[in-house]
């Protein structure tokens, strides 16, 4: 089922998410639905917090940058209780964008590598498992959703002010994109 992604501005996406439970009954279907979601709106990751649930979920498929990034052509991953234990190596400035924040791309500088637990959607976990370059950047704006954090607060303070309009037309919901979005109730103030 496609799910509604929420929009800049609306609360969900400021949240930590909780911890995953094993026998959570409900997390075969959430994370299929979160799939459907992610690609029905042409994205190459989708984090919980834009479905409007606090959780330690997201999801991940790169392949749309194998041309570019060969390393991407499988990377078909499910993330669950996610913990970014470090990140080293020289930081790389990528434009990035995201489902919740449409029409708008920043460059944002994150380190090349990382180490991350997390346990995939067989509950098989994974220790310290190393990630570099392109694949890390998924990973690490989908963790940043996981823990209330958006690309655009990683931005410079003056490039925020040059898209504040901009994401003040996304949470009110004046930017239409081809995906159903859930919008804020009250327009917030930055
Ligand atoms: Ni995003």
């Not at 400021?14 to 009954?25: A, D, P, T």
């Not at 917090?49 to 940058?65: C, E, G, M, R, Y």
Request: include cysteine; aromatic fraction near 12%; proline fraction near 4%.
């Amino acid at each position: 089922m496609m799910l509604p992604i929420t929009a800049y501005g609306h609360p969900t996406l400021r949240k930590k998410g909780s911890e995953i439970e094993k026998n959570n009954q409900e997390l075969q279907q959430l994370i299929s639905d979160m799939f459907e979601t992610m690609y029905e709106s042409h994205g190459v990751g989708l984090a919980a917090q834009q479905i409007n649930k606090t959780l330690l979920l997201f999801v991940i498929d790169a392949s749309p940058f194998a041309e570019e990034f060969p390393e991407t052509k499988d990377f078909k991953k499910v993330f669950i209780n996610a913990e970014i234990i470090r990140q080293e190596g020289k930081e790389w400035e990528f434009e990035e964008g995201c489902l919740s924040i449409p029409g708008i791309n920043e460059f944002v500088n994150r380190k090349s590598i990382i180490y991350i637990n997390y346990y995939d959607e067989d509950w098989v976990f994974h220790e310290e498992e190393k990630f570099e370059g392109i694949l890390a950047r998924i990973i690490q704006h989908e963790y940043d959703h996981t823990q209330g954090i958006l690309f655009t607060d990683r931005i410079p303070a003056f490039k925020k002010v040059l898209i504040k309009r901009k994401l003040n037309d996304i949470s009110s919901g004046k930017t239409k994109p081809a995906y159903k979005m859930i919008y804020p109730r009250k327009k917030v103030k930055k």
